[in-house]
């Protein structure tokens, strides 16, 4: 008759009794007295997506971007789409003629600068090209706002609406356009210093947009609010947008490559339509997760400077005693 684990615990080893002794580790558990680490966002079917406010890693950050974007895709990419098509479509018709004659192989793939591009094209050309350079930028600020909005609503149990994201944006255009006129503006001067100035703006403003847009703050005080946050953090914000553009320029290049190359391989008054289908695609994909993942970062920058988990955490407790 075989006989269990003895008492003490303790068992030959390579015994039956070892073989059914129960595992000190419970399923789920993480060794050394910690606690299971929960995701960025939580989507919870037919319920309102939960944000752990918390220091959030890196890879948080970046997951937490997609997962935003699956928690509303309907209402995110309704709103992405109405400044990427008009604009993807525009800018490719614009161009079409410098596609036809040959001259947009490489640019139309790998991008092109209107400024080397300007020997072969006409001044509407040009144009297709700065839309294509300058709108998305716009683009990225706007759905950023309204993101935050999203997501700072979640915090309190709101769960916003599309029409309200939208009317997020219509209500705070102007500081969302100050803002990315004096910050372009800004990098525009970084160029003189081999470029170098252009990444150390980008990591002081990139949270100006969710400041906007989670806080109603004017255009100079959404500027120094994003410095604030993000100085102490410097190095570590500069890594995270760093890789950001990474991943989003992978998949833009990816997502864009195929019905571009066919265009340009098929040619014909037509091909504009596919070079613009690729735009769409990528931009589709690229635009809200940028945005949804510098959002996180926002709220990451909030927690760990100004204890923003502390003080949601107080609050309920307030709101179950009262």
Request: hydrophobic share 55%; charged share 15%.
């Amino acid at each position: 008759m075989e006989q269990g684990p003895p008492a003490g615990g303790w068992v030959a080893p390579g015994s039956v009794a070892e073989q059914d002794a129960p595992s000190p580790v419970p399923p789920g558990a993480v060794v050394g007295g910690g606690r299971p680490r929960s995701r960025a966002v939580t989507v919870t079917p037919g319920g309102v997506p939960q944000v752990a406010f918390r220091p959030m890693t890196l890879a948080d950050i970046l997951d937490g971007g997609f997962t935003v974007l699956k928690a509303r895709p309907r209402r995110i990419l309704t709103l992405t789409a109405a400044f990427v098509v008009p604009v993807q479509v525009l800018a490719a018709y614009l161009a079409r003629n410098y596609i036809d004659d040959g001259y947009g192989a490489d640019s139309v793939i790998f991008g092109a600068d209107p400024a080397l591009a300007g020997e072969g094209a006409s001044g509407g050309e040009i144009w297709g090209f700065l839309l294509q350079a300058l709108i998305p930028s716009i683009a990225l600020v706007c759905v950023a706002a309204a993101i935050a909005h999203l997501v700072s609503g979640w915090s309190v149990g709101h769960d916003a609406s599309g029409r309200e994201m939208v009317g997020v944006i219509l209500r705070r255009w102007w500081p969302l356009l100050a803002t990315f006129v004096v910050v372009h503006l800004a990098e525009g001067v970084g160029i003189f210093a081999c470029y170098v100035g252009i990444v150390f703006v980008m990591a002081l403003f990139c949270v100006v947009a969710p400041v906007i847009g989670a806080e109603s703050a004017s255009a100079g005080a959404a500027l120094g609010r994003s410095v604030a946050l993000t100085r102490e953090r410097y190095w570590p914000v500069l890594l995270t947008i760093v890789l950001m553009g990474i991943v989003a320029t992978a998949l833009d290049t990816t997502l864009s490559s195929l019905p571009q190359a066919v265009a340009v391989v098929v040619g014909g008054e037509a091909s504009w339509l596919l070079i613009a289908l690729g735009g769409i695609v990528a931009q589709m994909v690229t635009t809200p997760f940028v945005a949804a993942a510098t959002v996180l970062l926002y709220f990451d920058l909030r927690v760990r400077n100004e204890g923003m988990d502390l003080e949601l955490a107080a609050r309920r407790a307030l709101d179950r005693a009262g």
